[in-house]
């Protein structure tokens, strides 16, 4: 209860507010040493926190799936394929019977006995809402693997043995289909900057949007609405450029853009040769 001196009343105000907190360390058949935090106030707001890795590891025991753990990570895997699949398993795992079932345990006002009864528990993952109340995990881990796929793609290019003419004289010549698009002039100080932008790891789950490239390429604010246009539609050209290039690919039916294989080699390359120091090459 919080007073209001406007109008002269108590009310209820949600606040965070420090209270005593209980918790319960289990081993469960499963997720193994677990822990559990029950605030001491209502609304009773629970933690349940588990280790998706020791649910792994012990997936991988069952399965016979020989591996190397150092305190949470796994230092080996002998069969990496069969232990993705395992994991994969994780996002139909039955999380709602399995929360409600501990929230039980530890909450004394849950239950089919319990008086007064509370309703039961609107279940989330680090804040973030699922669907139905349920832990939809099926999705998080679909866009965990995009994720580490994206990084994967970037990291390819690492150590790629290949003479630099060979990968960026293509992009340096001009483009007469579908219609012509003029050569790029990947170390130029006009092009190079842009392929920094789209290399940044910021983007790498969500992608690049056109006002995303004018706050870091245009910083200069625009000081009416036709001066804002057009510094939009100078990074549209630019994304058609390079996309017609096939540096990018535009995502779906948004408004974001990603590297493509071929882009991240090129704009890797590219930016690398404008910082090289050429003396000890030429000693």
């Known amino acids: ?56 590891a012990r997936q991988m025991q069952r399965a016979g799936i020989k591996y190397q753990q150092q305190d949470n990570c796994f ?29 039980e345990w530890v909450n004394p006002w849950l239950g089919p006995r319990a008086r007064p009864r509370l309703r039961g528990y609107y279940w989330m993952v680090r804040w973030y809402a699922l669907r139905k109340g349920m832990v939809d995990l099926r999705r998080r881990l679909q866009l965990r693997r995009a994720a580490n796929a994206r990084y994967l793609e970037a990291l390819a290019v690492v150590g790629e043995e290949c003479p630099a003419h060979r990968i960026l004289d293509p992009v340096s010549q001009p483009l007469k289909e579908p219609r012509r698009y ?52 100078r990074v549209t050209r630019q994304l058609r450029l390079l996309r017609a290039h096939r540096l990018i690919y535009r995502e779906g039916r948004t408004y974001s853009y990603r590297p493509t294989q071929k882009g991240y080699t090129v704009m890797s390359i590219a930016l690398k040769f404008r910082q090289t120091d050429f003396a000890p090459l030429a000693a």
């Open 1 to 56: 209860m919080h007073p209001n001196r406007e109008k002269r009343e108590l009310q209820w105000v949600a606040r965070q507010r420090k209270c005593l907190q209980l918790y319960f360390y289990r081993i469960d058949r499963d997720f193994g040493l677990m822990h559990l935090r029950l605030p001491t106030w209502l609304p009773l707001r629970l933690q349940v926190c588990v280790n998706g890795r020791e649910w792994l």
């Open 75 to 103: 230092t080996s895997i002998a069969d990496p394929e069969g232990a993705q699949r395992l994991m994969d398993r994780l996002g139909e795992y039955p999380w709602a019977r399995w929360l409600n079932r501990w929230a």
């Open 182 to 233: 003029r050569a790029l002039r990947p170390i130029s100080p006009e092009d190079s900057p842009w392929f920094g932008v789209l290399l940044r790891g910021e983007f790498r789950l969500q992608g690049v949007r056109n006002q995303d490239l004018r706050k870091h390429l245009l910083p200069e604010p625009a000081s009416d609405s036709s001066q804002g246009r057009k510094a939009a539609a």
